[in-house]
C-alpha cells in the first residue's frame, strides 16, 4: 500500500498538482491496494482523487472539501465509474462538503452530506440531484 501511495503521489506532484492534491492521491491509491485492488486500479484511483481534489482548490474550495472531493472521486473508481463519472463524483462531493461546512453542520454531518453527493453520482443521478441528496443528508 506503501509503494501504491508514494506513486500516484509522486505522479500527482510531476503533473504540477498541489501537495493537498498529492496527499489525496496517495491516500486514494493506498487504500485501494488495501481493498485488494491491483496496482493498476490503485494508480487509476490516485489519478483520480488528485485531480478532483486540486479542482476542489482551484474552485475556491477549502481543505477539507478538497480532501472530500478527492475521496468520493477514488471510491466513484472503485465502484467501476469512468475518470469523468469520477470527476463528477468528485465535484458533487466537495460541493457537498463545502456547503456542510459553512452551513456550520457537525463532522459526522459533513461526512454524510459528502457520502450522499458522491453516492447519487456513482448511482447515475445529475450533480444537480446529487447536490440535493448531500443537503438532505447533511
Do not use: H, M, Y
Not at 95 to 119: F, N, Y
Amino acid at each position: 500500500a506503501g509503494e501504491a501511495a508514494g506513486k500516484a503521489a509522486q505522479k500527482a506532484l510531476d503533473a504540477g498538482l498541489s501537495t493537498e492534491a498529492a496527499d489525496a492521491a496517495g491516500k486514494a491509491a493506498g487504500d485501494a491496494i488495501i481493498a485488494g485492488r491491483t496496482p493498476e486500479e490503485a494508480a487509476a484511483a490516485g489519478d483520480a482523487a488528485g485531480k478532483a481534489a486540486q479542482k476542489a482548490r482551484d474552485d475556491g474550495l477549502s481543505p477539507d472539501a478538497a480532501d472530500a472531493a478527492g475521496e468520493a472521486a477514488g471510491e466513484a473508481i472503485f465502484a467501476g465509474k469512468t475518470a469523468e463519472e469520477a470527476a463528477a463524483a468528485g465535484e458533487a462531493a466537495g460541493k457537498a462538503a463545502q456547503k456542510a461546512l459553512d452551513d456550520g453542520l457537525s463532522p459526522d454531518a459533513v461526512d454524510a452530506a459528502v457520502e450522499s453527493a458522491g453516492d447519487a453520482i456513482i448511482a447515475g443521478k445529475t450533480p444537480e440531484e446529487a447536490a440535493a441528496a448531500g443537503e438532505a443528508a447533511g
